[in-house]
């Protein structure tokens, strides 16, 4: 399943591969950072206990209004016309109740460049993009409906669920390489130090640089390219590749070729 919306640094093109390093054998699956939520989607259930969690209280009201407000959701969203004026007024007023602000929030990040909330840039298919948005809604909903949806720091949520069966997906605001600046006060080192001391397993992904490697030199790191889907690089409209890590605390090749395994299997 796919999520509704785009976000700075989201896994959309990435999700299939992190997939493949998250072992099957865990009780409690945690994201600290979870942005939108593409890994967390990705499965149908990743294990008995799922927990989302983000800072941004605009996250958290969008994905609590999926859940528990999905047909009410769909009609507001489904009422607003697909305009640079309607975007611009949306940014500006964001909405009294959680479904006004849920609805307003999915608007103006689909229909903005680089998810970044500034330029309008429309759908292709204008209307038609945003019913099947709508349709989504009542699936998103019952993937949801089990998840634990958090608003609080990652300090707290990994002090709050840490245990030998708990496995933490970390996506934190990475270190640089990017064009966005949410990233500029995020503490690495305070992270770092915090996973240090966890009683269970974590994935962390990164970008790729000479600092964060030597942070973590003591971890088992994979690197791994994708596009940068942002930039052209030359007229044939190619994509500058863009180097990514993914860290953890336990042996990850030897959990790919499990996933590997378990795929061939079925």
Not at 38 to 59: F, G, M, Q
Not at 93 to 117: C, H, M, N, P
Not at 139 to 154: A, Q
Not at 243 to 248: D, P, R, S
């Amino acid at each position: 399943m796919n999520s509704i919306i785009p976000w700075v640094g989201g896994k959309n093109y990435l999700k299939k591969t992190i997939a493949n390093y998250i072992p099957k054998d865990i009780m409690t699956y945690v994201e600290p950072f979870g942005g939108a939520g593409w890994v967390l989607l990705y499965k149908d259930k990743w294990a008995e206990t799922e927990v989302y969690n983000d800072l941004d209280e605009r996250l958290v009201n969008m994905f609590r209004t999926i859940k528990n407000y999905p047909e009410e959701l769909a009609k507001e969203l489904g009422d607003y016309p697909i305009d640079k004026d309607t975007f611009h007024y949306f940014l500006a007023y964001s909405g009294e109740t959680d479904i006004e602000k849920a609805a307003r929030f999915i608007y103006v990040q689909s229909l903005s460049y680089g998810a970044k909330a500034e330029t309008y840039i429309p759908f292709h298919n204008g209307s038609k993009d945003f019913q099947n948005k709508c349709r989504q809604l009542i699936s998103l909903s019952k993937r949801l409906s089990d998840v634990i949806i958090e608003n609080e720091s990652y300090e707290v949520i990994i002090d709050k669920y840490d245990n030998e069966n708990t496995f933490f997906y970390c996506d934190p605001p990475y270190s640089r390489g990017v064009k966005y600046n949410v990233a500029r006060d995020f503490n690495h080192q305070l992270l770092k130090k915090i996973l240090d001391k966890i009683n269970c397993r974590f994935l962390l992904s990164y970008n790729d640089n000479s600092e964060i490697r030597e942070l973590y030199k003591d971890y088992d790191i994979v690197t791994f390219e994708r596009h940068n889907t942002l930039i052209k690089i030359n007229k044939t409209d190619k994509r500058s590749p863009y180097k990514e890590l993914l860290i953890g605390n336990y042996d990850l090749e030897a959990i790919k070729n499990i996933s590997n395994q378990i795929e061939i299997d079925f």
